[in-house]
């Protein structure tokens, strides 16, 4: 068995750490595009060579195979990586990764910073199908989702890496080691999954040679729940607005299409009625509908932020406040009168229930002018944002069949590396979750000021 990062054969199982000499035996094709396929060289704990043979099979019918084994996750080596996938006059097209966990990292450590790097730089599809090792084909057929575990390694921390695709192409099998030996577990390819994986393949190099006059795209828009109310509806977005920057961008891009202005979009789907039927809304959780449909989301800014300050019935109760803290010194007869005027406000803004005649007391104040002043001074959403030249480059980035690299969603008061936007959207970096140990030393700190 090797060590560290190699070329190898899944047929004849031989292996090479030249290059050159790899290609001498595939007789690499000036023709064809070059896809990196990715997988591990060995058959322990699960045995995924049956599936990396179908995989490689269906991809050779068309591409060269640039055949990279790793001998585990953490492989350190990644300059070697980098070497393998920018040989000299070669240009990989897309890469393939069989592999659960991120690129270059694993369960026991590893460098997945330095492998995004090297995904950044050589700017193609990145794919990760994968193998359900606890599932057989019979269950595979009956089963509503991924196992917990599964879902971890074979989809979230892939997709922290900007991998796409992420569907099973294998499940656990059986086959007979040798002719007459006995009857051993191994991963089993899915025929129909593979094909669909070519297929997805060749849509995305597509896109990296057609001109983008020549590509056909569908822009869909939320109504849901259905009406007029909720036409173009998209979270702090001003979605008509945004529309519109998106046609500009797509024609300064040279896409075929036409500007329309943010007003006559929404004259077009609001008075005109051009919206589709409810049934046609997908769910509104981005990473479900993201997952479901195999997209890459794009995020966008929320808004700029303001303080709230007060206005209304809360904005009279601080007045009067003001003047009963006024009258104190002023005019004490007027006090009685200001107190339960202030009890019948605070019942008005939800924060105290009084009866009728009933006063409030000097700690009702207090807590009155505490939730005041954290109403006034809380953070709200200044408007709604209009996509941004940025995020339309992410967008066009993508639509080249190129690499969109990862950005997390979240606060951007509280995480501020949210930004830049305009990168491929996924939930959030399970390396951001407190330690049990920071947990405790959390909940002790919070009990302490309690």
């Known amino acids: 068995m090797e060590y560290g990062i190699y070329l190898k054969d899944p047929f004849s199982l031989e292996t090479w750490d030249n290059p050159s000499k790899f290609w001498k ?65 070669i240009t990989v097209s897309a890469v393939i990764s069989l592999m659960p966990f991120r690129l270059g990292a694993g369960p026991m450590g590893g460098d997945a910073d330095q492998a995004v790097e090297i995904l950044k730089e050589l700017d193609v599809p990145y794919l990760k199908p994968f193998c359900l090792t606890r599932v057989s084909g019979e269950e595979w057929q009956m089963a509503d989702g991924v196992n917990p575990g599964e879902f971890l390694i074979s989809i979230l921390l892939p997709e922290l890496d900007g991998g796409t695709l992420t569907f099973p192409v294998g499940v656990m099998g059986n086959r007979t080691h040798g002719e007459k030996g006995p009857l051993l577990p191994c991963m089993v390819p899915i025929p129909e999954r593979i094909q669909a994986l070519d297929g997805r393949l060749s849509g995305l190099l597509a896109l990296q040679k057609k001109k983008n006059s020549e590509k056909h795209l569908a822009i869909v828009f939320y109504n849901y729940p259905p009406g007029e109310s909720n036409v173009f509806g998209g979270a702090f977005l001003d979605t008509f607005a945004s529309a519109a920057e998106l046609l500009k961008g797509l024609k300064e891009a040279g896409y075929d299409t036409e500007e329309r202005s943010g007003e006559e979009l929404q004259e077009l789907f609001v008075t005109g009625g051009h919206c589709n039927l409810p049934q046609w809304c997908e769910e509104a959780e981005a990473m479900i509908a993201k ?27 601080k007045e009067m406040i003001g003047e009963y803290r006024e009258s104190l010194q002023s005019a004490p007869e007027r006090c009685g009168d200001l107190l339960e005027n202030i009890g019948v406000q605070s019942g ?67 995480n501020p590396d949210i930004l830049p936007s305009g990168r491929n959207l996924v939930q959030f970096d399970p390396r951001l979750i407190p330690t049990r140990t920071a947990w405790e030393r959390g909940q002790k700190a919070g009990r302490n000021h309690t």
């Open 25 to 89: 035996q595939k007789k690499y094709d000036r023709k064809r595009e070059t896809i990196a396929l990715l997988f591990y060289g060995h058959s322990y704990p699960n045995d995924f060579l049956p599936v990396v043979q179908a995989v490689a099979e269906k991809m050779g019918e068309k591409y060269n195979i640039l055949l990279v084994a790793f001998s585990q996750n953490e492989d350190g080596d990644l300059k070697k990586l980098k070497a393998f996938l920018n040989q000299p006059g």
């Open 291 to 317: 997952r479901r449909s195999l997209a890459t989301l794009i995020s966008y800014r929320a808004p700029e932020l303001k303080k709230s300050d007060l206005y209304g019935d809360f904005q009279e109760l």
């Open 348 to 414: 008005k803004c939800g924060f105290l229930k009084r009866n009728a005649g009933e006063s409030c007391s000097e700690k009702d104040l207090d807590f009155l002018e505490e939730q005041l002043y954290e109403y006034e001074n809380s953070l709200i959403t200044d408007g709604l944002h209009k996509i941004s030249q940025e995020e339309i480059s992410g967008l066009l980035h993508g639509l080249n069949g190129r690499y969109v690299p990862v950005g997390t969603a979240g606060d951007v008061v509280k």
